[in-house]
């Protein structure tokens, strides 16, 4: 009797069969054992320093000789730089978005400003950092400021924001907009009243993103913002000192002279991590709901 | 009694007009605002380049190309800008780390795109997003309070400093990066490519490493550039844990320094108008060009008309 081709490749079949079972095996165990790698790191920063944590360690001055001092200043300035960032930057990185998603023409000039997007975002925190040391230090003259801290964030931020929200608005459906145009709407008013509040979703969930890249930022505070504080609680000034948390955890952590200075760098850390998980969590919460609501809407009901 | 009418109606018209008018000049003013937004993208870019190269290569007045590119001695204070240790550094370390990274990376978004549950893509991908947001000095932190006190212990070496402490905890930055952007190019390979492996009886390891991959494979190229423009780029997750020493440190354990590092170290204490700051920002320029290039490299990889 003939071998069917099943029985005359048996063996590399079942071979076949085995390295994919290994294959499956090997690969489950990477992606496993490198979440609970990566989770357990960042459960021992919270851990670690969310236990000792008191109302007093955010809003007191920070002591530079004597133990118990706080990171009052530092974390003020740390959301208002972010915001400050956040004002200057929006409208220009999504009116770019918009540009590129709704006007850009097919030629060279939108093939500059892609290009220019794209190398935006590559380039490294440290260089922008020393643009704006050169521009408000040297140029302008002001030193180490808040506000040549908050423009050069907002240059950090901007690339992203413009992909971000290019994304968001292409993935709006085509017949939206002509419903809208076939209403006597110029584009303007389409781009504003219909495609802006339909891309909402994405647009905002890359400005999640976006603030928690600038609230960790700390190379170009460091140079265009400086390590230290005004000194005092709520300074608005815009052109007092403006060092941030996570400059602080750096400065902390290598230079300082405080017997505590570990458990302010521990608590310091685990402040960052809190902060970024709330601003990632505050803005995904509406979507998961409203995504929650479209699938519960969507199932068909018993009749 | 017809009058009155009349001038109403071309009152109304008027208006109309005058609407219509504003109209207009509002949807035109909205696109040159975007315009102007979007070009301004362009002209920061431009300005940074030109700021940063204008004040890097004043440095050739004082030292010859040969002497910054390819001479290891970095004194400044005997006026010696050999910047080639630092140099060799970024490259090295770089390339370290793309090798940790890209296996585990790549496992990680093949498990999420071709093998994981419904549900547990649900929780991974959102994890992964989380990850990229964590501070960068955030894991430098966990490498000098928990990585290096451990590499000493394990290897005996007294300070634990240098490139695998480095590469280790950029892998941990970058990883999230590069494992979400080739997990999207993973799952845009379309389903009738697989559908045809298996009717074939290929395996799904088959499938993934025959199929898949290979139609996949700019945009996991594009993911693993994109993470070595983080990594070569990262400033203050390296500066605390590689040592901050010039000197090379190809045995992975040695204090060493790479361009990053040294100039943030370093800028801060260092006048305006002097050499040495000019080194600095031609190594800023450097930073800055390298990445330029690995963005157009990008750019090439992609298929026309998309």
């Known amino acids: 009797m003939r071998e069917s081709l099943f029985h005359s490749h048996r063996k590399a079949i079942a071979s076949a069969i085995y390295t994919n079972r290994l294959f499956h095996m090997f690969v489950g165990m990477i992606t496993v054992s490198t979440f609970i790698l990566i989770i357990g790191l960042l459960y021992t920063i919270l851990g670690k320093g969310l236990p000792k944590l008191s109302l007093d360690f955010l809003f007191t001055l920070p002591n530079e000789l004597e133990a118990g001092g706080g990171v009052g200043p530092f974390l003020f300035n740390s959301f208002y730089v972010l915001i400050l960032s956040l004002i200057l930057s929006l409208p220009i990185g999504i009116g770019a978005g918009i540009f590129l998603a709704e006007y850009a023409p097919n030629n060279r000039f939108t093939e500059f400003v892609r290009t220019s997007v794209e190398s935006l975002a590559s380039v490294p925190s440290i260089v922008f950092g020393l643009f704006g040391y050169v521009l408000f230090v040297e140029y302008v003259g002001i030193g180490l400021t808040i506000i040549g801290a908050a423009v050069t964030l907002a240059l950090l931020n901007l690339p992203v924001l413009a992909r971000v929200t290019e994304e968001a608005i292409q993935a709006v459906p085509q017949d939206i907009r002509e419903a809208s145009l076939a209403l006597g709407a110029t584009k303007s008013q389409t781009i504003l009243k219909v495609v802006l509040p339909a891309a909402l979703n994405g647009i905002l969930t890359g400005i999640s993103l976006v603030a928690c890249r600038a609230f960790g930022e700390s190379a170009i505070i460091i140079l265009a913002g400086g390590t230290s504080t005004s000194g005092f609680m709520w300074d608005f000034n815009l052109l007092s000192q403006g060092g941030t948390l996570p400059v602080h955890l750096w400065y902390v952590q290598s230079e300082a002279l405080v017997p505590d200075a570990t458990e302010i760098a521990q608590k310091s850390a685990a402040i960052l991590v809190l902060i970024v998980l709330i601003i990632s969590f505050t803005v995904r919460f509406p979507l998961w709901i409203q995504t929650l609501i479209t699938k519960i809407k969507a199932t068909p009901r018993k009749s | ?306």
């Open chain 2, 1 to 306: 009694m017809a009058l009155p009418a009349e001038h109403v109606r071309i009152q109304h018209e008027q208006m109309k007009t005058k609407q219509w008018r504003m109209k207009y000049m509002k949807n035109n003013a909205f696109r040159y605002a975007c315009l102007v937004s979007a070009l301004s993208l362009g002209v920061a870019l431009f300005s940074i380049v030109i700021f940063i190269s204008q004040t890097g290569f004043l440095v050739f007045k004082d030292v010859s190309w040969k002497e910054f590119f390819f001479s290891a001695t970095w004194e400044p204070f005997e006026e010696k800008y050999g910047a080639a240790v630092f140099i060799a550094g970024t490259l090295y370390l770089t390339f370290l780390t793309l090798i940790m990274c890209t296996p585990i990376a790549l496992a990680i978004a093949i498990f999420i795109a071709e093998m994981a549950p419904n549900w547990l893509k649900n929780i991974m991908r959102p994890m992964l997003d989380l990850l990229v947001g964590i501070p960068s000095i955030v894991y430098g932190f966990l490498g000098l309070t928990i990585l290096i006190p451990f590499i000493r212990e394990t290897t005996g070496t007294l300070v634990g400093d240098g490139f695998f402490a480095a590469a280790l905890v950029l892998t941990m930055m970058v990883l999230p990066t590069v494992a979400r952007i080739s997990d999207d190019a993973i799952c845009a390979v379309p389903q009738h490519l697989r559908e045809a492996g298996y009717a074939l009886g290929s395996t799904k390891l088959q499938v993934i490493t025959r199929i898949v991959l290979p139609a996949a494979r700019p945009g996991i190229l594009t993911a693993i550039i994109l993470g070595m423009t983080r990594a070569i780029g990262e400033t203050m997750a390296v500066v605390m844990v590689i040592g901050n020493t010039a000197q090379f440190g190809w045995d992975l354990l040695t204090p060493t320094s790479v361009l990053t590092s040294n100039i943030v170290m370093q800028i801060t204490n260092v006048q305006f108008d002097s050499t040495w700051n000019y080194a600095l920002y031609m190594m800023a320029f450097l930073l800055l060009f390298i990445s330029l290039v690995l963005i157009i490299i990008i750019r090439q990889l992609r298929p026309k008309g998309e």
